[in-house]
């Protein structure tokens, strides 16, 4: 009996909610007047492909001396280039960053360095880009096999963006106007008042997250980690009432 009650009181506070959705009561329409304004949300999302990929690896060396530690550096980063070469990159779309010389000393077993030298540490990074995005992903799933040749490569994740976000974002924008336009129509129409000019309109922040993600943050995301994204905008429209 009781397990009943609760089902038909659910069902009820459902429809009193359905209800409440489909029609502006005469107390909220009343409320929205002496305000002279009807707050709404606006809502755009679009599906957008990266049109920039990015690789990035860290070549890393190590000897006793220094002279035998670039050696090291530069036969790996020959065989790195040699890697790279099938790919196609022009070579504006490769570069090599400053050769980075470290020295490693003896750390004690609670981390403290001493000034026991224990070896020189070399290193230095390659990235390359280009706009076909494909080409970047199957680099980044193939570069592992060069570890099979001793180089000592760290790998970095491959990012993808898209170049013309901040053009897009403007479009979002309006897209997210107009869809807040549609929904103070309804309104209006429901609450039996008209529209006047926009008050205010406060743009949210942008969620760009893999697609299909249902992630969201309060201080937006910028998704670099996959090829086709989404992009979703929200925008706070104000409207005279009359």
């Not at 009781?2 to 029609?23: D, E, F, N, P, Y």
């Not at 304004?37 to 809502?43: E, I, Q, R």
């Not at 860290?58 to 530069?74: C, G, N, R, V």
């Not at 969620?207 to 929200?234: C, F, L, M, R």
């Amino acid at each position: 009996m009781k397990k009943t009650a609760i089902a038909i009181s659910t069902t009820l506070a459902l429809c009193g909610t359905l209800v409440w959705i489909a029609t502006i009561g005469a107390d909220t329409a009343l409320s929205i007047k002496n305000k002279g304004y009807v707050s709404v949300k606006g809502y755009a999302k679009q599906t957008i492909k990266s049109n920039m990929g990015m690789f990035g690896a860290t070549i890393k060396a190590k000897s006793p001396e220094l002279q035998p530690a670039y050696d090291k550096l530069a036969a790996d980063r020959k065989a790195t280039l040699a890697f790279l070469k099938p790919y196609e990159f022009p070579d504006k779309d490769v570069r090599f960053s400053p050769v980075e010389v470290a020295e490693k000393h003896k750390v004690t077993e609670r981390g403290y360095d001493t000034h026991e030298f224990v070896h020189f540490g070399l290193s230095q990074t390659v990235r390359a880009q280009s706009s076909d995005v494909e080409k970047i992903a199957r680099l980044s799933a193939e570069i592992g096999e060069i570890l099979g040749q001793g180089v000592e490569l760290v790998i970095s994740a491959p990012e993808y963006i898209y170049t013309g976000l901040e053009e897009l974002k403007v479009e979002m924008i309006g897209l997210a106007t107009a869809s807040a336009a549609e929904r103070a129509k309804t309104i209006a129409q429901k609450g039996g008042f008209k529209l006047g000019n926009i008050a205010s309109v406060r743009v949210g922040i942008f969620q760009i997250t893999p697609a299909y993600s249902t992630e969201v943050h309060d201080y937006g995301i910028n998704d670099t980690t996959s090829i086709d994204k989404e992009i979703k905008s929200v925008v706070d429209v104000q409207y005279f009432v009359r």
